[in-house]
């Protein structure tokens, strides 16, 4: 802590992933809060780890991405909307046949061709040599996103999909659509997330004294961090960027109205009595999980619902069921006198 008693909190504007947001929200709540904005979240952590400094705001996917020695994530602040936009005149149901849409993520391109298969998915890359302009670095969201929205009002492209928080971040003005959970609602095509959407991480040396910001953090968007993680680290690496993934805490009175529109017998079954009441009125933790082949035909899902004392149980059975599953679509079945001819594996999941 600086000789003037405030924490001194290092985070990047720049990178539009909502951390920078996060900071400005902790530090408008916080007076002790002293923001020292940066244009390298690498060498700020450096000097973090080397005495100078307190804190570090970043996200997830950030941490991640930039494992740091001698720097530990103390607590998350308040997750903010993890699914992904699409930035579209159009709702993607009311899209033109074979609308082009930019998609940087693999999981994105494979769920929205599960979505409508005609639409024609592009990276920013190939868009670019497609439409024979430069690229902006892919590092720089902002002017990512900002070029992006530059080529749909021209016309050149229908639609492209980023982040919440680089939306704003760009203060891009044009109609969003949600590209939601769609819980209740199976009709609709569900996009679950890439992993560890929405949080932002304080981050700090070993030894740090959390009982100075503990008001500020949340216990619960910490809580469904480290699920997702755990689950992370239990998926193959090869397959990591096609899964989709979410951990939420939800209160059960919710789910359960879903369950009935719905009409899940199983699952409320699990979770009520024989007269129809809740076994437990704690909050439940929700995990779901997927992956997809190629070109969106097949998928696979697990999802549990679980009391959060049962959190940790739940991960592993998620993940197992989970692998269990992608070894029998992904097996190449070989002819028998019972089963007949050898059939090519349900799904592929190379890119």
Request: hydrophobic share 40%.
């Amino acid at each position: 802590m600086s000789e003037e008693g405030t924490l001194q909190v290092y985070y990047d504007p720049s990178l539009g992933d909502g951390a920078g947001a996060g900071a400005r929200r902790l530090a408008a709540k916080n007076q002790a809060i002293s923001l020292h904005p940066t244009d390298d979240l690498c060498a700020a952590a450096t000097r973090l780890s080397q005495g100078e400094g307190d804190l570090m705001a970043c996200s997830a996917e950030w941490a991640i991405a930039n494992p740091t020695s001698g720097l530990t994530v103390v607590g998350t602040l308040a997750r903010k909307e993890p699914t992904l936009i699409m930035v579209s005149d159009d709702k993607m149901e009311y899209l033109s046949k074979s609308a082009i849409i930019v998609a940087e993520l693999e999981l994105c391109r494979r769920q929205l061709l599960r979505a409508r298969a005609d639409l024609e998915i592009h990276t920013p890359q190939s868009i670019a040599e497609l439409s024979g302009i430069e690229c902006p670095e892919l590092n720089d969201k902002v002017a990512l996103a900002t070029w992006l929205e530059e080529l749909r009002q021209r016309g050149e492209i229908d639609g492209f999909v980023i982040s919440r928080s680089l939306f704003d971040a760009a203060n891009i003005k044009s109609r969003r659509h949600t590209l939601g959970l769609q819980r209740g609602e199976s009709s609709r095509q569900r996009f679950l997330p890439p992993p560890w959407q929405g949080f932002t991480l304080l981050m700090a040396r070993h030894g740090f004294p959390l009982d100075i910001i503990i008001e500020d953090l949340d216990e619960s968007a910490f809580l469904v961090f480290n699920l997702e993680s755990k689950i992370m680290h239990g998926i193959d690496e090869n397959i990591r960027s096609f899964i989709g993934l979410y951990a939420g805490q939800r209160q059960i009175g919710t789910v359960l109205r879903e369950l009935d529109s719905e009409d899940d017998l199983h699952l409320r079954t699990e979770l009520t009595d024989a007269y129809d009441k809740p076994l437990s009125t704690k909050p439940r933790v929700e995990l779901m999980l997927e992956v997809l082949n190629r070109d969106g035909t097949v998928t696979i899902s697990v999802e549990r619902i679980a009391p959060q004392d049962e959190a940790g149980e739940a991960v592993i059975r998620l993940l197992q069921t989970f692998s269990d599953l992608v070894e029998i679509a992904t097996m190449e079945h070989l002819a028998s006198p019972r089963l007949g001819e050898a059939r090519p594996p349900m799904m592929s999941l190379e890119d």
